[in-house]
């Protein structure tokens, strides 16, 4: 995948953190709090704010977030409404109305292989429930 493609916002988790992203800078700019390099700077500290780093770094950089933004802007990307929970998400221009679910409610098999369990009863009821489901198939 090229650096600066606009598939790269479009794998699941990469997708999740991008729309963090510009749904915070799509809020700044319609309520007039702040306009141009000031809302990505404000977006994207609230980002990383909201998001848990990576020894690494954050998943989306701030070259990347810049990037996102002249996309958005240039009508490569789009915000869409997941037909599921209704949330915005990065999708491709021109993505048809009510035909994108997100990959919050629909994610790709990987995702579910990564989870870890954790000690709240809530998180695991669901993981043992897809590993019980795995075993009887």
């Known amino acids: 995948m090229l650096p600066f493609s606009t598939d790269w916002f479009m794998t699941w988790e990469q997708n999740v953190h991008a729309s963090m992203f510009c749904n915070a800078w ?14 990505v700077i404000k977006a994207y500290r609230l980002y990383l704010e909201q998001c848990p780093q ?4 954050p998943l989306l950089a ?4 810049w990037t996102l933004v002249r996309f958005v802007e240039s009508g490569l990307l789009q915000l869409s409404s997941c037909n599921c929970c209704g949330g915005n ?7 048809p109305v009510g035909s994108f679910a997100c990959s919050l409610c629909q994610p790709p ?7 870890k369990l954790s000690q709240n009863p809530a998180d695991i009821i ?11 198939v």
């Open 26 to 39: 799509q809020f700044l700019l319609k309520t007039g709090l702040c306009n141009g390099v000031d809302a």
């Open 126 to 136: 669901p993981q043992l429930l897809d590993e019980q489901r795995v075993q009887a």
């Open 89 to 95: 998400f990065i999708t491709h221009a021109h993505q």
């Open 62 to 65: 701030l070259t990347r977030a």
């Open 109 to 115: 098999s990987r995702a579910v292989k990564r989870r």
């Open 54 to 57: 990576a020894e690494e770094g």
